[in-house]
């Protein structure tokens, strides 16, 4: 009978709720393919992008991030916890000594004239105790703390996540600052000897004032966005020391005006998208741990039995302390059943089930949430793209009219002001250009953070290894 009831549970079977996932995502392009079974492991999304130096910072995440280190602490804070719940599945057993010497008052009531005003008082024994979980009071705790770790698991890997992710796309965003840079310098340059040109002939009587005008505003307004360039570069470099876990003062990159790789990232099939965020899961454990507590409140409405005994020897001295007559001991069950608290325990019971209630509503809202964040992802690459091959058309005929107003010009066959515009669209154009490329990387960095990091062809939660004894979720596919 015990046995059987050493089985029992009183915390609701527990099912995940189904989380509606489409069959195709509905703004991929043609160029994302669909199919898990092509994906391949890439733990280190960020190596997609070929540079050599954002992969030694991504590196630096694992070891010198403060927030990282945080959530760390607190994986270790849950996982504490649960090897304290685990404890409640085994017996306690304690020991004790007490070696006294006591006067008693001469004043004290029911005084006998045999008993001794000084005697001394000597008892080495122990003790063991073990609650019988006839409720799953015990168990319940612990698979709770469990989930709960696992929870922390996965928190760990969404936070390592969404750092690496900032520093990729702050890394982009510095890069795309040096081309700008670098197309700026060589523009104030251009400018600088346009106007030479223009006051050399303005001197010479073939120019007008105006004309000279034109040509210095425009220099100064080049030689302004480039030193706003520089501040938005310095900027990002220091976010970027703060992530890597460097002081800014300490740290700098190197000015480069490479291009990265745009990767092409598989975005796989919708039913497999909620295996590989690790705040989805990290959702989903915490909805289980919320209802194993339904149980943990349900159990303290019957009663807690236990099993204890206790044994030693008591002597009046040290003196033959540890001999048969000197033996004591007591053993046997004890029950403690609570018969009116107020209805503190049917308040316990609702608290869990409203925190069951909320726990299953945020699950539903990261998953809702993730499918959104792949659609947008895959939404930006596609549109962006499509906006980049427009503006690279734009970029080479804004680049001729530049040429052909400027050689114009200079034969006399129009003013400075054609000049001016075409030189300003050019600017204006290459500059898109060049942000666009940016948007686009980051766009990248966004889908990969969409679909979890690190992907294989099999189910995996990303950032953590998958483990038999989770729960399967259910995706209503």
Not at 99 to 126: C, E, F, K, M, W
Not at 250 to 263: E, G
Not at 401 to 406: I, P, T, V, Y
Request: glycine share 10%; hydrophobic share 40%; proline share 5%.
């Amino acid at each position: 009978m015990l046995a059987g009831l050493g089985g029992c549970s009183f915390a609701p079977a527990y099912h995940p709720p189904s989380a509606p996932a489409p069959v195709a995502y509905k703004e991929q392009g043609p160029w994302a393919p669909a199919e898990p079974a092509s994906l391949s492991a890439a733990g280190d999304w960020w190596t997609l992008f070929g540079d050599a130096t954002l992969d030694g910072l991504e590196q630096r995440i694992g070891t010198g991030n403060p927030t990282l280190a945080g959530a760390l602490g607190r994986y270790d804070e849950a996982s504490a916890y649960l090897r304290e719940a685990r404890a409640g599945l085994f017996p306690h057993i304690g020991l004790d000594a007490d070696i006294t010497r006591n006067r008693q008052s001469d004043n004290r009531p029911l005084r006998g004239s045999n008993q001794p005003d000084l005697y001394p008082a000597d008892t080495v024994g122990g003790e063991a105790g073990y609650e019988l979980d006839l409720w799953g009071r015990v168990r319940n705790s612990v698979a709770a703390g469990r989930a709960e770790a696992e929870a922390s698991a996965d928190d760990l890997a969404a936070i390592r996540l969404s750092l690496q992710g900032q520093l990729a796309s702050g890394y982009i965003a510095l890069r795309g600052y040096d081309r700008q840079i670098g197309l700026l310098s060589a523009t104030v340059d251009a400018y600088a000897k346009a106007d030479a040109m223009t006051r050399r002939r303005f001197a010479g009587g073939i120019a007008t004032g105006i004309e000279t005008g034109q040509s210095g505003a425009q220099l100064a307004e080049a030689q302004a966005q480039l030193a706003d360039l520089r501040n938005a570069r310095a900027l990002t470099e220091h976010a970027i020391a703060s992530l890597v876990g460097t002081p800014a003062s300490d740290f700098s990159i190197k000015a480069a005006s490479t291009s990265l790789t745009l990767p092409q990232i598989p975005a796989g099939l919708p039913s497999t998208l909620l295996q590989r965020r690790p705040d989805v899961a990290a959702a989903e454990r915490r909805m289980y741990a919320a209802n194993r507590e339904i149980g943990v409140a349900r159990a303290a409405f019957f009663p807690s039995i236990s099993l204890s005994g206790q044994g030693g020897f008591q002597n009046t001295g040290l003196p033959g302390l540890f001999t048969a007559p000197n033996i004591f001991w007591s053993v046997g069950p004890s029950a403690v059943l609570n018969l009116f608290d107020g209805g503190r325990r049917r308040a316990q019971v609702a608290v869990a089930r409203a925190n069951w209630t909320q726990a299953t509503a945020d699950y539903r809202g990261h998953v809702l949430k993730a499918f959104q964040d792949v659609e947008d992802g895959l939404s930006q690459l596609h549109h962006l793209g499509d906006e980049a091959v427009a503006e690279d058309q734009a970029v080479t005929q804004a680049a001729q009219a530049e040429r052909l107003s400027l050689n114009r010009y200079v034969k006399g066959a129009v003013d400075y002001l054609d000049v001016v515009t075409a030189q300003t669209t050019a600017l204006r154009t290459r500059r898109q250009a060049i942000q666009l490329e940016t948007l686009r990387l980051q766009a990248s960095v966004g889908l990969v953070k969409a679909l979890g990091g690190g992907w294989q062809g099999g189910a995996q939660t990303a950032g953590t290894q998958t483990s038999p004894s989770r729960t399967t979720l259910s995706t209503g596919a």
